[in-house]
């Protein structure tokens, strides 16, 4: 079977940090880029960041950057999201989603990813 399993959230006061892990199973992970994606109840799904199937090219949205790190280890079949500096705007449900399709990560549209995890929870509060 193949699947994402998401884990590494938690409550972190503002200004904290966590680190998301993004396991996959049942498939090599260098087959797929892998994007980050979180979405709070009654709003749309937002991509976070992305990364390359190599992890030489990432790209993150405008209001991560500078705080947020998304890197693979394709030997331990798992990418992570290091989330630094975190504010009450960053509390969400984040997932991973991977695609074969080459070069979505340029683009970053959810269309392009067809496997998903099931999420973990970040709650940012003091």
């Known amino acids: 079977q193949l699947q994402f399993v998401e884990s590494g959230g938690g409550l972190v006061q503002p200004g904290g940090s966590l680190r998301l892990s993004c396991a996959a199973s049942?498939?090599?992970?260098?087959?797929?880029?892998v994007g980050w994606f979180r979405q709070v109840p009654g709003k749309a799904r937002e991509g976070v960041a992305c990364i390359n199937r190599s992890g030489g090219r990432t790209k993150y949205a405008d209001s991560v950057k500078g705080r947020f790190t998304i890197s693979r280890d394709n030997a331990k079949n798992t990418v992570y999201l290091q989330m630094n500096s975190l504010s009450p705007d960053d509390t969400a449900t984040y997932y991973c989603?991977?695609?074969?399709?080459?070069?979505?990560?340029?683009?970053?549209?959810?269309?392009?990813?067809?496997?998903w995890g099931r999420g973990t929870q970040v709650t940012v509060s003091s």
């Open positions: 049942g498939f090599s992970l260098d087959s797929r880029e």
């Open positions: 989603a991977g695609t074969e399709v080459v070069d979505s990560c340029t683009a970053f549209l959810e269309i392009f990813f067809a496997l």
